[in-house]
């Protein structure tokens, strides 16, 4: 079973930073791309920024030039480095990564892509 846990998450001041980290594991064949996404209280979740092979990157707008984002691709993990924290960033943040997962198939091996979500970090930014 492949499952995605982040962490890193916690209280911050304004102005203040925190690294996410997300670990992907189980019969991972490879990761296509690795996402952040966050849900803030009484909103929709929405997307944050994408890891996307060995070098691409994508922001959403709200988070560009502030968050970066990077991949370690041998420890199967992605990172958001946030800095100038504002309130309005305070949300629960989930990764979700496009797994290939390596599986038993009767004609031997199997290959089947999964969209896989974590279970989320919480992160306050409060004075």
């Known amino acids: 079973q492949v499952q995605l846990v982040e962490s890193g998450g916690g209280l911050v001041q304004p102005g203040g930073s925190l690294r996410l980290s997300c670990s992907a594991s189980?019969?991972?064949?490879?990761?296509?791309?690795m996402a952040w996404y966050r849900q803030a209280p009484g909103r929709q979740r929405e997307y944050v920024a994408t890891?996307?092979?060995?070098?691409?990157?994508n922001y959403a707008d709200s988070v560009k030039g502030r968050f970066t984002v990077s991949r370690d691709h041998a420890k199967n993990m992605v990172y958001l480095q946030m800095t100038n924290l504002k309130p309005e960033d305070t949300a629960v943040y989930y990764c979700?990564?496009?797994?290939?997962?390596?599986?038993?198939?009767?004609?031997?091996?199997?290959?089947?892509?999964?969209?896989?979500w974590g279970q989320g970090t919480l992160v306050t930014v409060s004075s």
């Open positions: 979700k990564a496009a797994v290939v997962e390596e599986v038993a198939d009767t004609t031997g091996r199997d290959y089947r892509p999964l969209e896989v």
């Open positions: 189980g019969n991972i064949f490879s990761i296509s791309w």
């Open positions: 890891a996307t092979g060995e070098s691409g990157r």
